[in-house]
């Protein structure tokens, strides 16, 4: 069994601190003529709903700022998909000017046109070399 003893002044010291918020919040709220003065249930427990109320406050801001960046992340992913379809239509139009068929259309008003005799492969003997 638990031995009775004495309180050390600490604890009461802290109590009559406590007691000083409460009597404070109290005199300039004025809980007691919300809930009677018989009920002083929230008047006790006043630094308990204040922590719970910042820990809300801190609860909804974090999710607002969590809702904002998935916003942000989708109008990047938006961004990139456009960028990588003009990358590709770019890409294709490049490798589609570069052939031969496409060259020639586009020399044709400068008065250049293809051979029509094939190309002459030239031999070079090892001696003249």
């Not at 630094?47 to 700022?65: F, K, Q, V």
């Amino acid at each position: 069994m638990a031995q009775n003893t004495f309180r050390t002044p600490k604890t009461i010291a802290r109590q009559k601190r406590k007691s000083r918020l409460t009597n404070w919040v109290n005199d300039v709220i004025g809980l007691d003529r919300l809930f009677g003065e018989n009920n002083s249930w929230p008047i006790r427990n006043i630094d308990r709903i204040l922590w719970i109320t910042m820990l809300l406050i801190i609860y909804i801001g974090l999710t607002h700022n969590a809702e904002r960046l998935v916003r942000r992340i989708q109008r990047a992913k938006i961004e990139l998909d456009e960028l990588r379809a003009q990358y590709t239509t770019l890409q294709a139009d490049f490798m589609k000017s570069g052939k031969q068929s496409e060259l020639s259309k586009r020399v044709a008003p400068l008065g250049l046109t293809d051979s029509q005799t094939p190309p002459r492969k030239l031999v070079v003997k090892p001696d003249e070399y």
